[in-house]
């Protein structure tokens, strides 16, 4: 599957062909990015990685996958920390 990191499909979920796979073979999926909050990019990117996360993890959530996450930056402050872990 070939999801573009910010492409815009408002009528379709990329993610979910992904999370069927997963389902069939009962796979996890491991998503990047659980740092990252919207305010850390400019607006002018159209960067949303909260949302993305956001979907990522209801999508997964209907087929039943389990989604593990990680950080995509090097971070070592407390809040980046505490969006990990939570």
Do not use: W
């Not at 999370?19 to 796979?27: I, T």
């Not at 159209?46 to 995509?72: D, H, K």
């Amino acid at each position: 599957y070939n999801v573009r990191a910010g492409a815009q499909h408002e009528a379709r979920n990329g993610y979910e062909g992904i999370c069927k796979l997963c389902a069939q073979f009962d796979a996890h999926l491991n998503f990047t990015c659980v740092e990252m909050r919207d305010s850390d990019h400019n607006p002018y990117a159209r960067c949303g990685p909260e949302g993305l996360l956001r979907q990522v993890r209801l999508t997964a959530a209907q087929y039943n996958v389990s989604v593990a996450g990680e950080n995509a930056l090097c971070r070592f402050d407390t809040e980046a920390f505490n969006r990990i872990i939570s």
